[in-house]
């Protein structure tokens, strides 16, 4: 303990309560706390409320996600102060806020959930040097992940393990989450000269040309993932029996995943409590599917993604990362941006690229769709641009899932079948066959007869008067033609693995197994 006798939980992701090693340490631990302050720092990297902001960097946030943070945020306050505690706002420099923080409050124990990413890798180097010379204990274990990510490697030799097959079998069981129950928690020391807020708006962010009707239909906060998840567990039978990639990427009425994925971003959901409930659901059946398909393995993919990612320099691009194949991808603007825009002339690609600017989340397959056309399919866009895009738009946008995830669709890294490709025509109408999912994103081809919906290009002219939409005026004619574009994209992967041959030999056989 240092020299003083308050507590300071910093959260960065971690917005819970439940399964909270690092408030439950701020707020009791070894020797319990005079006072505790649990507070949250506005960081500007994060905020760029400029809508056509997609620049390289990834740590990019659109509106939807900024606003399921604040909800988030909102609910954490409302559940402290029902502990009889409130969270503390402070905007700026996170480096520079914390440190006037543990100054002015005479903080002797500071505690936050450890973080992979490279962006708090390198923070909290500076935050805990500064606690050591101030003579500060700092308390910050893993809780965003199963596992260690470290312990992980350290088992594989100091390498990440590369395929999801030699995870598992690294990985073992988790530990269990704390079943810690608060009645109270210290009170809020003094707060001196801190100009402390509420939880802002987003408005007061900047995100002033908002159109609150398109908000995502998801709330934020650990309240609303915990009724989430007790919804999901209720249907025992489907937990059992999940299997992935069976799902439906069209249902939108009722999506066919858990949708969990924004809360576990932000921590508002513990993987190891969502984890133990899974098990319990398989204790009571026995017959229930696996990893990699099963609903367990979609978490176990999340632990992969992580390790792989805290295991490999430069994941977040192609140059410099030795797990990346180096592809000579197209620098094309106009194809990015009617890829971006929603503007291919394709309805399924559209109408997906809509639900995400719109829901700020898709299903696992319509995210496959997208990638793989903007990339080794059709378009032949560097994944980087595409993974930029999702960056900023996705709600459950994560740097480890994100970037391991656009170098699996492109065929970079982890999944190496090239001639695989999605059909932006044919691979929705076999889910949807009447076209729903692109009729209520894409309302311009709300009558298109079904014959069409998919290819409306090929609509006669007196249908498309019919359906009041002129194909090249009201909705785009195709950018490409699939069938030449993604003769030509398979093309130049085989060229390029040719020359990349020497990269193959980096990863095992099972990964070209390692299909999902
Ligand atoms: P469920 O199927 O209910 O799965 C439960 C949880 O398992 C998810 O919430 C998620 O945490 C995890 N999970 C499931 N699939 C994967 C996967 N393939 N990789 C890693 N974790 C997984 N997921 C993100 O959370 N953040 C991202 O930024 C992200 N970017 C993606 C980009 C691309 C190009 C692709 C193809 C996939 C991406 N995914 C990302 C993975 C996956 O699509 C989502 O996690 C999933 O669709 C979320 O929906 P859900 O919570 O209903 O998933």
Redesign the pocket.
């Known amino acids: 303990m240092g020299f003083g006798s308050g507590s300071l939980m910093w959260f960065r992701k971690g917005i819970r309560i439940h399964d909270n090693p690092a408030l439950e340490y701020a707020s009791g631990g070894s020797s319990s706390s005079s006072s505790l302050y649990p507070l949250f720092i506005i960081d500007p990297h994060y905020m760029k409320p400029d809508p056509n902001a997609f620049s390289p960097g990834s740590s990019l946030a659109g509106l939807n996600r900024i606003n399921f943070l604040l909800q988030s945020l909102g609910d954490l306050d409302v559940n402290l102060k029902k502990l009889g505690s409130r969270l503390l706002i402070l905007k700026g420099d996170p480096h520079e806020v914390l440190i006037r923080c543990l100054k002015e409050w005479n903080i002797g124990k500071l505690c936050f959930e450890y973080d992979t990413d490279p962006y708090y890798q390198a923070l909290d180097i500076k935050i805990k040097d500064y606690a050591l010379k101030a003579g500060i204990e700092v308390f910050s274990p893993v809780s965003h992940t199963l596992f260690n990510p470290t312990d992980i490697i350290q088992k594989n030799g100091g390498k990440p393990p590369l395929s999801y097959q030699s995870f598992v079998k690294l990985a073992g069981e988790p530990p269990s989450p704390l079943s810690t129950k608060y009645s109270l928690l210290p009170p809020v020391g003094h707060l001196g000269s801190c100009d402390i807020s509420e939880v802002p708006t987003v408005k007061d962010l900047g995100y002033e040309d908002a159109n609150l009707e398109e908000f995502s239909p998801f709330v934020g906060g650990e309240s609303e993932a915990l009724k989430r998840l007790e919804e999901c567990m209720k249907d025992k039978k489907w937990v059992a029996n ?1 299997e ?1 990639p069976k ?1 439906n990427p069209s249902a939108f009425l009722k ?1 066919a ?6 809360y ?2 932000f921590g508002c959901l513990s ?1 190891r409590y ?1 984890y133990q409930c899974i098990q319990d659901v398989y204790k009571s059946s026995p017959k229930h599917t696996s990893p990699p398909v099963s ?1 367990l393995g ?2 176990l ?2 632990e ?2 992580y390790t792989a990612a805290f295991g490999t320099p430069n994941f977040d691009r192609m140059k410099g990362n030795r797990i990346c194949k180096q592809i000579p991808w197209k620098d094309d603007e106009k194809l990015l941006e009617a890829w971006r825009g929603a503007k291919t002339g394709f309805p399924w690609i559209d109408a997906i690229m809509v639900q995400l600017h719109q829901w700020g ?4 397959l319509a ?2 769709s997208v ?1 793989c056309f903007l990339t080794r399919g059709d378009l032949f866009v560097h994944w980087e641009k ?2 930029d895009v ?2 900023r738009l ?1 709600i ?3 740097w480890a ?2 970037n ?3 170098m ?2 492109s065929c970079s890294s982890f999944f190496y079948q090239y001639n695989r490709i999605y059909s932006p025509t044919t691979f929705g109408k076999k889910y949807d066959p009447n076209g729903d999912f692109i009729r209520h994103f894409l309302p311009v081809l709300r009558d298109m007869p079904k014959a069409y919906i998919y290819e409306p290009w090929t609509a006669p002219p007196s249908i498309q008067t019919k359906a009041n939409c002129i194909i090249g005026k009201d909705y785009p004619m195709p950018v490409v033609s699939h069938d030449s574009a993604s003769k030509e994209c398979k093309r130049k992967m085989g060229e390029t693995y040719a020359l990349n041959k020497t990269l193959n030999g980096l990863v095992g056989e099972d990964d070209l197994k390692n299909l ?1």
């Open positions: 999940f992935k799902g999506p995943t858990t949708i969990l994925s924004p576990l971003k993987s969502f609903l979609q978490l993919w999340r992969f993604f989340w898709m299903h696992h995210r496959h990638a595409g993974r999702f960056e996705l459950d946008s994560d899932i994100n391991g995830n656009w699996w669709l999902r």
